[in-house]
């Protein structure tokens, strides 16, 4: 039972880094493979699959060679000089999308609760600190309760959808869109999620002994992103075309079902935001600990002041600005670390 408590534990963890504010939203979704038609249930599985190959990769190579950073990491892969100026990209990037999550959660509290927008960015500094103080393992802790959330909300969506008239149209949607574009789609979606994070698999490999752990939860994870991708592409081809002209497609669905469910969407929202935001400040921590003498701490307290200022930019900004850099950053590390698949073999990975 402690063997697959940790299976667990690290599945969620995985699946609460991903899952953020434009996943919760349906927009990733939306973009990403809805548009798509019938099609996009198979560019999900694509999808799945990278999730769960490269993300057992990335762990295991970090267990083999002892990557406290995903620095150390990216060095081994690619060379001394370019793997520092992936990491420090990397590095800018998490920073930025870490604030552009911290402006999420102002923006969820101010639309959502009719709260203040700096109160919402306060109370996420607050629980930042917390968890963050207590390392790996309370990360894992949180994403342990956050993700089955994510999980029991996506299933009472599915069901919802199951009783319309049109809950076949996931099966029937066509699309103009070119090919290329189409089968191209899941892995930018991939690349850009999978190289942020590496920013908590590096050191979860790290930290977890058994390998067996990190494969069945990697394993796991992989399947639970591409369960719930697949149970958002299915509620929101039911509503196409028409949902595509809503900036929060998902809000629009979770109106029809009562308010009490519109409170946990709220909350599941909050978490994937939360579990996104924590996931990237850890991993610029453990970085930037190879860099200073500072105290964790005092490089945490630093890092949560950072993404603060930032943050009063406001979020549609920083999401315009921001996700493009990090999308094309992103996709440099997929292909690299997919072309240097004989290192991480040769490092006794499956």
């Known amino acids: 039972m402690r063997k697959w408590n940790q299976v667990m534990q690290v599945a969620f963890t995985y699946i609460g880094t991903i899952v953020g504010a434009g996943f919760a939203s349906g927009q990733e ?9 019938r099609v996009a249930a198979l560019t999900i599985i694509v999808a799945t699959i990278f999730f769960i190959w490269l993300g057992i990769k990335v762990m295991l190579l970090a267990k083999s060679i002892g990557a406290q950073s995903y620095e150390v990491l990216n060095t081994q892969l690619f ?44 109370l996420t ?3 930042s600190y917390l968890v963050l103080s207590n390392g790996i393992q309370a990360i894992m802790r949180v994403n342990s309760l956050v993700v089955p959330l994510m999980l029991i909300f996506t299933a009472i969506v599915v069901f919802h959808t199951w009783q319309m008239p049109n809950h076949e149209s996931w099966l029937k949607l066509s699309s103009d869109l ?18 942020g994070a590496q920013a908590v698999l590096v050191p979860l490999g790290n930290t977890i002994e058994d390998r067996s752990i990190l494969i069945w939860g990697g394993v796991f994870g992989g399947i639970g992103i591409g369960l719930m991708l697949l149970a958002a592409h299915f509620a929101l081809s039911a509503q196409m075309p028409g949902i595509q002209q809503f900036e929060i497609p998902m809000g629009h669905i979770i109106q029809h079902l009562g308010k009490s469910i519109q409170l946990i969407y709220i909350f599941v929202i909050f978490g994937e935001i939360f579990t996104t935001y924590i996931a990237g400040l850890y991993g610029l921590t453990l970085q930037l600990q190879q860099k200073t003498t500072l105290h964790p701490r005092t490089l945490l307290l630093i890092l949560l002041i950072i993404s603060y200022v930032i943050s009063q930019i406001g979020f549609s900004m920083l999401l315009s600005t921001l996700y493009p850099l990090f999308g094309s950053v992103s996709l440099i590390w997929f292909v690299m670390i997919i072309y240097r698949r004989k290192l991480i073999m040769n490092s006794n990975q499956p």
């Open 29 to 37: 979704i939306l973009q990403f493979f809805t548009q798509y038609g």
């Open 79 to 122: 060379g001394d000089l370019i793997g520092r100026w992936i990491s420090f990209f990397m590095m800018i990037i998490l920073l930025g999308t870490s604030a552009v999550m911290l402006a999420g959660a102002g923006s969820l509290f101010a639309e959502q609760l009719n709260f203040s927008y700096q109160s919402g960015l306060l």
């Open 125 to 127: 500094l607050i629980l």
């Open 178 to 195: 070119p090919l290329a574009r189409i089968w191209f789609s899941p892995i930018v979606y991939a690349a850009f999620n999978l190289a």
